[in-house]
């Protein structure tokens, strides 16, 4: 099974794996809805961001908070998934948004996923098929083959102590709170260092490849061992993102924190760095 990435060719080959498309923008959250309704990759089902991959806004737990592992699985039950299929996600290009769907199913112990390399764009290029059918599969009892691991709450961020790295997905200058362009508050964690996940894909959008993905971020890591890494970003999305390249990279064990840079300033005691 493939784990981090398949190619358009190898997709295109195997028409039984199951695909979401899962393209999102955050200025107009139906915009990738009705681009899939226009024309998607054969056989792929929409995974919607804030609706099937992000649990209600409290206020208070980030723009895009983690939904219960229960609805998850639920909702993948809804859509067929049997945890012996190869699910396949794409977004637009770059994979940001697919590797949130590549988390979470990794999250409740589902091999099978991978992101699909340079994405709907990339397909398109090829000149490969696209349709407007929604296909429709029968429901299916989706049972996890373990408990959901890997996530870290914001009470363990502000206790980590110095065990933990963070790691800030977000563009530098979000990052050093030069600008901030989406949520109210700009600035950064306190010790986190940053790699801005666009870092991890060529000017074509695809990945770059495992040794220079390894290289760069041994670069931002240090002398810390991977299980010691803590990603976020500005809500739980493009810290998947990095969480995927140093997969791809060999650098195993990574941890998120979802609620991520806009759940920190929901509390205007907790620090913040510029």
């Known amino acids: 099974m493939a784990t981090t990435l398949v190619s358009t060719a190898e997709l295109a080959a195997r028409p ?9 923008d955050l200025a107009k959250p139906g915009l990738g809805e009705e681009q899939y309704r226009e024309a998607h990759i054969p056989g792929a089902l929409f995974a919607h ?11 208070r737990n980030g723009r895009h ?21 190869q699910v396949v996600c794409y977004d637009a290009g770059n994979g940001a948004m697919a590797a949130r769907l590549w988390w979470m199913l990794r999250w409740i112990g589902h091999e ?6 340079g994405g ?15 296909p429709r599969f029968e429901s299916s009892q989706y049972a996890p083959k373990r408990k959901p691991e890997g996530l870290l709450n914001v009470d363990q961020i502000e206790k980590r102590g110095g065990e933990m790295l963070l790691l800030d997905a977000r563009a530098p200058a979000r990052y050093r709170g030069e600008q901030e ?30 040794a ?5 971020f041994q670069v931002v890591l240090g002398d810390r061992a991977p299980s010691e890494v803590v990603h976020y970003c500005g809500s739980g999305v493009a810290a998947c993102h990095n969480l995927l390249a140093m997969e791809i990279a060999g650098l195993t064990g990574g941890r998120l924190y979802a609620g991520s840079w806009s759940e920190w300033i929901a509390d205007p005691n907790r620090p913040i760095a510029r």
Request: with cysteine; aromatic share 8%.
């Open 16 to 24: 039984d794996w199951r695909v979401f498309d899962c393209r999102h």
């Open 49 to 59: 961001l804030d609706r099937d991959l992000s649990a209600p806004k409290t206020g």
């Open 65 to 85: 908070p983690l939904p219960q592992p229960e609805a998850f699985v639920s909702w993948l039950g809804r859509c067929g998934v049997q945890p012996s299929d």
């Open 112 to 117: 099978g996923v991978a992101v699909l390399d």
């Open 120 to 134: 709907l764009a990339k397909w398109l290029a090829e000149k490969r098929p696209v349709t407007a059918d929604v």
């Open 181 to 210: 362009p989406i949520d109210p508050v700009a600035g950064r964690i306190p010790g986190a260092r940053n790699r801005f996940n666009m870092d991890n894909v060529s000017p074509q959008g695809t990945f770059k490849g495992a």
């Open 212 to 216: 220079q993905l390894k290289q760069e």
